[in-house]
């Protein structure tokens, strides 16, 4: 390339406050030619995975960092020679020349560009991969053999790497397999290629399950193996066991700690260390609170929308804040003050592919029982599909976790920093329960409450629990203090 200069492209800060990023996975490599907006990486945050557009157009002459690496931000990653400039002391070998056809635009133009996370632009042309590497003469013998091998049941076996000719440009270069974040995270842990896995998702989306039959079907043949040979251990460990664990294999697994799960433990270390922790409980008839839920479901106005307990807690929750506004507060220890809220972001504790995380929706005391249920839905399915934004999980006043999904009655929840209050709901299940004077079957669920007792004492942790409960007991509450 000539009068060409080298740009060096720094981690950014995708997240309001954070230091660091793990490189998930490279889309480029060096001699590839990139365009303004083109997604370059994957990475992962304590808070979210997100790619990462390049803002200008050129050739990729080095990655700094091979992927599993967890850069501070700021740090450059890849350096891209683009047009324009003093020409380097080294050429990269061989030049790739610019399109002659696309005249030369400055990497500075923010008109052609639309806002982005991370607050680059997408250029107006298309965006460009990569193309697979694979030679022309034997790709379409592989596909062949690939499909056949699993019709007969058997693992499609990897190819061996073959160097394309150069300069030629595939006449039908193969696409990046489809497949989200959180399923990418996975095969990446598992050591699967997404390449020879068979997707089964709508529009050819691998899920979690190809990607676990594909690791069935590799290990299909050690099984046949003598007993007395153990297979060796992964290369890699998943941040958390996705299968039982055979006793028969290595006998300890170390899981590194990072992303979500080490911003998790340092929270909550710091939480539990800051905050003096009281927590509360009271177990709840809910037989009413069910009957409504049900009969939501049918309500016009609900159509389309999730409508479950949680859906009733929430709001229960929101009118006992109400009631009791300073629940609603935050400890400011450089000012030696208490912040109260007037506003609610109310943040539900969700668990997904990548460790527990904490969203939360914006403003929610402001919402009717239709809004929030849409908000909370979008929530909970942008959680599970690994998408959710650092932004979503900022400014969270008080939250709800959900522990009854998992069968457990309740549990002693830990503040998340910054919030004064945390609601633990435990299982609903039939218990033997005196209604009206006899003993009857009746649906109880236990709640917990945590609060900081610094700034809430004894008093209004109980009327905020006992708000929660009566609510959650004579639902018809909701109508008169909402």
């Not at 790709?139 to 699993?150: F, I, K, L, P």
């Not at 000012?335 to 527990?356: C, D």
């Not at 457990?408 to 329960?433: F, M, R, Y």
């Amino acid at each position: 390339m000539t009068n060409a200069s080298v740009r060096e492209f720094k981690m950014p800060d995708v997240g309001e406050g954070l230091t660091e990023a793990e490189i998930l996975k490279w889309y480029v490599q060096p001699g590839d030619t990139v365009t303004d907006g083109q997604v370059v990486c994957e990475v992962e945050t304590a808070k979210a995975a997100v790619e990462l557009p390049i803002p200008y157009d050129g050739v990729v002459r080095s990655l700094h960092f091979p992927e599993g690496t967890t850069v501070d931000v700021g740090t450059s990653i890849i350096a891209v020679e683009v047009a324009g400039g003093a020409a380097p002391a080294q050429q990269e070998a061989p030049a790739v020349p610019a399109p002659a056809a696309e005249p030369e635009q400055p990497a500075e133009q923010p008109a052609a560009r639309q806002p982005v996370l991370v607050g680059y632009g997408v250029a107006t042309s298309s965006t460009r991969r990569r193309p697979r590497k694979q030679a022309p003469d034997t790709a379409a013998r592989q596909a062949a053999s690939a499909v056949q091998s699993e019709l007969n049941g058997h693992g499609a076996a990897p190819a061996a790497p073959v160097t394309p000719p150069a300069p030629a440009v595939p006449a039908a270069p193969a696409q990046r397999p489809l497949a989200k974040p959180p399923v990418r995270k996975l095969a990446k842990d598992l050591g699967v290629d997404l390449a020879t896995v068979t997707p089964t998702g709508p529009d050819g989306v691998i899920t979690r399950e190809d990607v676990h039959a594909a690791v069935a079907a590799a290990q299909a043949p050690q099984q046949a193996a003598p007993a007395d040979r153990p297979a060796a251990p992964a290369a890699s460990a998943p941040d958390r066991p996705t299968a039982p664990v055979s006793y028969d294999s290595a006998r300890e697994t170390r899981v590194p700690v990072k992303g979500v799960r080490k911003a998790t433990a340092a929270a909550m270390v710091g939480s539990a260390f800051t905050a003096p922790h009281v927590t509360e409980f009271v177990t709840v008839d809910v037989t009413r609170t069910m009957k409504l839920v049900e009969e939501l479901k049918q309500d016009k106005a609900f159509a389309g929308l999730r409508v479950n307990p949680l859906l009733l807690i929430a709001k229960a929750l929101l009118v006992a804040i109400r009631r009791n506004p300073d629940i609603n507060a935050s400890w400011d220890e450089a000012a030696q003050e208490i912040v109260v809220k007037h506003y609610v972001n109310l943040g539900i504790a969700a668990a997904t592919p990548r460790g527990l995380i904490v969203p939360n929706i914006k403003d929610a005391h402001a919402k009717t029982l239709p809004e929030l249920a849409a908000s909370l839905g979008e929530l909970v399915s942008t959680a599970r599909e690994g998408k959710t934004s650092p932004s979503a999980m900022q400014g969270g006043t008080v939250t709800i976790t959900n522990v009854g999904v998992f069968g457990v009655d309740t549990g002693t929840p830990l503040l998340n920093p910054g919030e004064s209050a945390i609601l633990a709901v435990g299982a609903i299940k039939p218990q033997p329960w005196v209604h009206k004077g006899k003993v009857k079957p009746r649906q109880v669920t236990t709640l917990a409450l945590s609060f900081d007792h610094r700034l809430v004492d004894g008093e209004l942790g109980s009327k905020v629990l006992a708000d929660v409960a009566a609510v959650l007991e004579q639902p018809k509450r909701l109508i008169t203090w909402a």
